[in-house]
């Protein structure tokens, strides 16, 4: 998990650290995300972000970040399983809405598909 830091004057996020250690592939990945409590919209608190490499830190625009559209599945009491069926390659990350935390990861091609 990533502290995020507001960059207030060009209204945008930043993370220290260029690149995840962590991967996700291209093709049919999936995030078990723990929330409070899974009666909430997902959609409404859950954001997949794609980043900007700017140097030794990561960041985006708050007014107007590069998304990624996701589906979103029950998964017990308080998790979501979260669905993407397809990545660019690049750095993500998981954001949570109003908290300022950030599950950060970075997409390549781990295994070929068919």
Known sequence: MGKVKLRSKETSLEVNYCCSIVFADTINSQFIVRVPNNSINPYDVISIIKMNIEDTKR???????????????????????????????????????????INLFGVKLIKENF
């Open 59 to 101: 960041t985006w625009k708050i007014s107007n970040p590069e998304t990624v559209k996701f589906e979103a599945k029950k998964y017990g009491t308080s998790s979501y399983i979260i669905s993407v069926p397809k990545f660019a390659f690049g750095q993500y990350g998981i954001y949570f809405n109003n908290t300022y935390t």
